[in-house]
């Protein structure tokens, strides 16, 4: 029998040695692995039961080692064996939990995974990609590593929310022929937030500017990993901006970081090149089983983000009434100004001295002056205000 392309990688090319455009940015698809297909697959192919297939076909080992029965219970007899390299539990939950088609989904290794994917799949050497700043590093460190060159564009002031400059992000992406937009939003590190309204003001500018200039608009990636906090997404953007990739994850609302998946979500054709570039099966059995689970349950990532605001606002408060200067967050962080990088340096010294570890920027970064605190268990965040008491505002 011939290799199938499983049907968990809809959006995969179907013959893995083909070469292609990646949607007219010069960036050529690899040659792609097409997957193994899945044991649910073949026993229905060959209308045998699921327990009757046994994969010869893939280097695996019979059985997992003594110790995984310990630490992988129920897991355990699935561990030697690779993930379905489709995922179709995982991309079914996920195309509920989000409200999108499977086909519009790719299961990756965190968001970061997605990141990687998207910079490989969009950007060539020599291409530019223009981030909204100050935000999360990843998405100068994935462009970067591509050869690509980043162009910054600041975001409004705190007075204004950290909004985007939305103007200056289209004339940046005109001025520099940009294939690549990197939005965060929620914003890490500003904790703000941008009504999707707006970035749909920022698309249908850069949609207009393509038309124009008779180009095609550059592929836009709103990194959601915080959008649960604030319970609105980007997504539905993607029907009047096919170029529009977003980013989700576990890591955050749902409180998996350590199981380490996340989503790309764009419309098939856009994620057809993402999906090029992935490895096989780079989200581990257990890892999907979880993801799966708590995606089926959206009522534990609810109570989660619901006693993560309210201890938000209880730090946000009582931070402030000590003579702090906290941002107004819509996440699970707060931004807190101090009157001098310096001052900053000091209270993270102070703070590390009793085991609290703040997020601190470097020197030439434009929140130098400011730590990033993350909103942890109620029991935590009295640590840390306790210590803050002590600290200079
Ligand atoms: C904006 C943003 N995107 C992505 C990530 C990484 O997410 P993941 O754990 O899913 O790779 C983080 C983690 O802090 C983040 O702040």
Not at 71 to 82: H, I, N, T, W
Not at 212 to 234: C, I, L, M, N, Q
Not at 357 to 377: E, I, K, N, W
Request: with cysteine; aromatic share 6%.
């Amino acid at each position: 029998m011939t290799q199938v392309q499983g049907p968990a990688s809809p959006v995969g090319p179907a013959d893995g040695g083909a070469t292609g455009s990646a949607g007219g940015d010069g960036v050529r698809t690899p040659p792609t692995y097409v997957w193994e297909p899945t044991t649910e697959f073949l026993a229905a192919s060959y209308g045998l039961p699921r327990e009757a297939i046994v994969r010869f076909d893939v280097n695996t080992s019979p059985v997992p080692p003594d110790m995984a029965a310990v630490l992988a219970g129920p897991f355990f007899p699935v561990l030697s064996e690779y993930p379905p390299s489709d995922y179709a539990a995982l991309v079914a939950a996920g195309a509920a939990a989000y409200g999108v088609a499977p086909e519009e989904l790719l299961p990756t290794a965190g968001a970061d995974e997605a990141l990687d994917l998207s910079a490989r799949a969009f950007l060539r050497e020599g291409a530019t990609a223009v981030v909204a700043t100050p935000t999360y590093a990843m998405y100068r460190i994935v462009s970067e590593q591509r050869g690509a060159r980043v162009v910054g564009v600041p975001r409004l002031g705190p007075s204004l929310g950290f909004a985007l400059d939305v103007p200056a992000l289209a004339a940046a992406v005109s001025e520099h022929d940009a294939r690549l937009v990197w939005l965060c939003e929620p914003n890490n590190p500003t904790g703000s937030y941008e009504p999707p309204e707006r970035i749909g003001r920022l698309l249908a500018a850069l949609e207009a500017a393509a038309v124009a200039a008779r180009s095609t608009p550059p592929v836009v990636v709103v990194d959601e990993a915080y959008a649960e906090f604030v319970g609105h997404s980007t997504l539905e953007l993607r029907h009047d901006y096919p170029r529009l990739v977003v980013i989700r994850t576990l890591s955050k609302a749902h409180a998996l970081a350590g199981v380490r998946v996340g989503f790309a979500v764009a419309r098939h054709e856009t994620l057809a090149p993402i999906v090029s570039f992935r490895a096989p099966a780079s989200v581990g059995t257990v890892s999907a089983a979880l993801a799966e689970a708590a995606l089926r349950n959206p009522r534990l990532a609810a109570e989660n983000v619901a006693r993560i605001a309210e201890q938000r606002d209880r730090m946000s408060r009582e931070l402030a009434a000590l003579g702090w200067a906290p941002y107004p967050s819509r996440t699970n962080f707060i931004l807190v100004r101090f009157s001098s990088p310096a001052a900053a340096a000091a209270a993270a010294e102070t703070l590390l001295r009793r085991g609290l570890v703040p997020r601190q920027f470097d020197g030439d970064h434009p929140f130098a002056d400011c730590l990033r605190l993350t909103v942890r268990s109620d029991e935590e965040n009295t640590r840390l205000l306790d210590v803050a008491r002590e600290i200079p505002a």
